[in-house]
């Protein structure tokens, strides 16, 4: 569903993404991992169209996202920061967007703001919300229309517990449509249950991308958190597994 090719982009002498090929299929929940800077918003951002990388290409269902900005209607996205007209309403915001859309009420996903309980500050202008009700906007937004991928980043941050786990639930359910989720948090515990996929970047670069099963079996934690942690430090029980993950399966040649 997408598929980068050698994408870098460079920050003036900051090189924020550093020759990243990576697929992702759907069905898949990748948890996008790394430490602040390693360049996770700003993957995601080009997948958007939001950052122009200066090298490599991204496909979604095999078209160059370059092309028709249409296939931005099958994302829903969670920015990190949300940013929205200051003095616009809550209420007026879903509406304006199921009208961009032409999607009437009865046609979008209004689980979130029902259980965030939304319509509640519809009439509240949206600079004059909190952070983590922020958050719950660009997270109902999101799911609006039913897209096929979902791109959301740190989605729990900022939320309160039980915010959190009403949002998780529906990533849950999302997951279990065979939707291709990207996700990104620091919140490693929070990915536990919702993770096929693991891709850890640093420094700009993809360090290992692989299955959940296959990390918890070299690692022998069953913990996300714990398990990232051993590789860190280097105490995986096979030192060659990242080299051997990047060997082709086939004989096809992926670099
Ligand atoms: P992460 O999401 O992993 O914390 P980011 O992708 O936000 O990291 O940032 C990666 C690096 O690129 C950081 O050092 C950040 O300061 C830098 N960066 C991101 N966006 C810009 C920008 N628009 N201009 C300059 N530097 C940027
Ligand atoms: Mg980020």
């Known amino acids: 569903m997408i ?5 870098s982009k460079r920050f003036k002498k900051l090189q ?6 990576v697929q992702l299929i759907k ?32 496909f979604v269902d095999e078209s160059p996202i370059n092309g028709d900005p249409d296939y931005r209607k099958k994302i829903g996205y969670m920015p990190q920061i949300g940013r929205y007209p200051d003095n616009m309403k809550v209420g007026q915001l879903f509406k304006m967007l199921r009208n961009i859309r032409n ?7 209004s689980f979130l703001i029902k259980h965030f309980e939304l319509e509640k500050i519809f009439e509240k ?27 959301l980043d740190e989605p729990t941050a900022g939320l309160d517990p039980l915010a959190s786990e009403i949002l998780k639930g529906k990533i849950l359910e999302e ?9 990104t948090s620091h919140i490693l515990s ?3 249950e919702l993770t096929t996929h693991i891709m850890y970047m640093q420094d700009g670069k993809m360090q290992f991308f692989n299955d959940i099963e296959t990390l918890q079996e070299e690692t022998g934690e069953l913990r996300l958190g714990k398990a990232i942690a051993r590789i860190m430090k280097g105490e995986k029980t096979d030192k060659n597994w990242i080299d051997k993950m990047f060997e082709p399966e ?3 040649k992926i670099f």
């Open 3 to 7: 598929r980068i090719e050698h994408i």
């Open 16 to 21: 924020a993404l550093d020759d990243i090929t």
């Open 27 to 58: 069905g898949q929940v990748v948890s996008l991992i790394g430490p602040n800077g390693s360049g996770k918003t700003t993957l995601i951002k080009s997948i958007l169209g939001m950052v122009r990388p200066d090298k490599g290409k991204i």
């Open 103 to 109: 999607a009437d009420e009865k046609e979008t996903d």
């Open 125 to 151: 202008p949206m600079r004059t919300l909190s952070g983590g009700t922020r958050q719950k906007v660009s997270a109902a937004i999101a799911f609006l229309f039913d897209p096929a991928i979902l791109i």
């Open 175 to 183: 997951k279990k449509k065979g939707k291709l989720i990207l996700i």
């Open 190 to 192: 929070d990915l536990d």
């Open 250 to 252: 086939n004989d096809e």
